[in-house]
């Protein structure tokens, strides 16, 4: 069979690391393993336009990895007259039209929990890099300056104050749990589904039904939900009018979830103190991205990064172990992990499994 990879050029550092198994120069460590069973692997980055690698060779792939991500719209989809399988290899589907695949019952899957540590990590060190204005204190120091007095007035303690999360699923709840050795005042979380007592419990959080009442009564809040169209611009100008002055916003989920422009205003005119994430509305973002240089009046209050959080080598070694056994349990007729599925067979998993995704939840 034919296996189309996008990934990310690593470049140098790629070279000289193997372990960077996300790049097109190390091929998700597959490459030998799927030629001594007689399949092809083709790996690129050029994703964009009618005429890169992914748009043609999509066309007689059997199965793909847009991992990118490779957008794999619904007029590419109808060209990809092979394609069986399609492997998200991380997590998240919101670049792949799942409605699309379902009509052509192409079963997409993710490599699910891969990445859920490496990112809630993040959350939290985004968290505290905002809250103590670290970002400012070490351009400080770069530039050969040292006034306390100019970073010390934009930094707290994390101790005391209320944080929410946006999401409470496998990253969401495991920020909250990460969060509780530094006695917030309290630990808040908004979801469409109420987390299991017993786990809400365990690390003493609260749920909050309207999103509004969350962030009115938030110091920090972090976004972990999924992006789609009932999450796209989520956080806009009104609702960032429901948080508080000076409130932190942290995303690592997906960048649309947050209106850009009203991010950068909300930032720029001292509403928010700060916002800090890795991921983009558009990526790679471009060079006049307005999350780029965007600064609280006080200077401070920028803490974004490029799309890594969860791409640690741990991350990565997760991942692509976990896209070598979704790729071989295709290869042997036999059934995928149903926390990987997302749909299959035509329908969405947690229709087609019923039960018996309730009973692994």
Known sequence: MKVLAILYDGGKAAREEPRLLGTTEN???IEQWLKDQGHELIVSSDKEGPNSVFQKEIETADITTPFHPGYLTRDLIAKAKNLKLCVTAGVGSDHIDLNAANEKKITVAEVSGSNVVSVAEHVVMSILLLVRNFV?????????DWQVSQIARQAFDLEGKVVGTIGAGRIGYRVLERLKPFDCKELLYFDYAAVPQHAADRIGIRRVEKLEDMLAQCDVVTVNCPLHEGTRDLINAESIKHMKKGAWLVNTARGAIC??????????SGHLSGYAGDV???QPAPKDHPWRTMKNPLGGGNGMVPHYSGTTLDAQYRYATGTKQILANFFEGKEQDIANVIVTNGDYATKAYGQRVAAKV
């Open 27 to 29: 091929r998700l460590g």
């Open 136 to 144: 400012p204190a070490h351009e400080m120091i770069e530039r050969g």
């Open 259 to 268: 209106n850009a422009e009203a991010v950068k205003a909300a930032v720029e």
């Open 280 to 282: 983009w509305n558009v």
